[in-house]
């Protein structure tokens, strides 16, 4: 009986101590409606550079045009889009993707060569394009279990860039007409040679960029956020070349020349890769977790 009543007391003990010392387990911090509100493992998120968006409502509620707010932000580049997909709860891999592509055209008119009437003109022209190819990829890590959540991590970027500048007279040469009427445009114009094609050494650079900032769930896997980060950066332009035209007294015809331009090279380390050679710089998010 004794043995019985002993052996009984020491299971009561140990159950006690066993519970005692076993953590409860933890609760998953959800929305008035049961929503999870914190990133998932599998989770995959989208973020945005949300300064065109706070210019947006600063211009609203100031009844302004392009009234940032006035409390003081680091924007970075206009709509800038990074991905996220989450190993963890606490992990994320984080990818970064920018292909921009773009071109613009200036027109002015000159008064066409062997007209008597003023008003009759011809179209110059002056077309730029440009490309911008930014790829980067690296690890997130994630502290807090509340709204309020940290992050830190690093990335690797590449990026390329160039751009092509060309111009088009309505007037040409001939030999009827050896100075003909143009456009400057501010640097096509050296004496009487023309500028028709300016292109640009091929830009390639690499960075690599630690981070760390913070963000907050206004709603279930909604966030808005802030990061900085440091980093360096290197970038080097090929030579580009120009192509001219003007008229060649000595055989009495347009002459066409072709002349490389120089490249260069630079390198930084700085807040946010501020050297200009990447376009990473700090910035204010809103990211959407599915």
């Known amino acids: 009986m004794r043995k019985t009543l002993v052996l009984m007391a020491l299971a009561l003990c140990t159950s006690g101590v066993f519970a005692q010392t076993t953590p409860p387990a933890a609760t998953e911090l959800t929305s008035k409606r049961g929503a999870t509100m914190l990133p998932e493992t599998g989770d995959w998120a989208l973020g945005i550079d949300a300064s065109p968006v706070l210019t947006y409502v600063g211009s609203f509620l100031g009844n302004a045009a392009n009234n940032a707010p006035t409390w003081g932000y680091v924007t970075g580049t206009n709509l800038s889009i990074t991905g996220k997909y989450f190993k963890d709860e606490k992990t994320a891999y984080r990818v970064m993707l920018r292909l921009g592509f773009g071109g613009n055209t200036q027109n002015a008119y000159s008064k066409q060569d062997g007209q008597a009437l003023p008003d009759v003109t011809v179209k110059d022209s002056k077309s730029v394009s440009q490309r911008n190819i930014i ?156």
């Open 135 to 290: 790829l980067g990829g690296g690890m997130e890590m994630r502290r807090g279990k509340t709204r309020l959540q940290g992050f830190y991590g690093a990335m690797l970027m590449f990026g390329i860039l160039g751009s092509d500048t060309t111009y088009a007279y309505g007037n040409a040469f001939s030999t009827t007409n050896q100075v003909p009427t143009r456009t400057n445009f501010g640097t096509n114009q050296a004496g009487a040679t023309w500028t028709k094609d300016n292109a640009a050494g091929s830009a390639f650079m690499i960075g690599v960029r630690g981070f760390i900032g913070a963000e907050y769930f206004i709603l279930p896997k909604l966030s808005v956020g802030a990061e900085f980060g440091w980093g360096f950066g290197f970038s080097n332009q090929g030579d580009g070349s120009r192509s001219t035209e003007y008229w060649d007294a000595a055989k009495n015809a347009v002459a066409t020349t072709t002349m490389k331009t120089g490249g260069t090279s630079s390198w930084g380390i700085d807040n946010d890769i501020n050297s200009g050679m990447m376009m990473s710089t700090g910035q204010l998010m809103i990211t959407m977790h599915f």
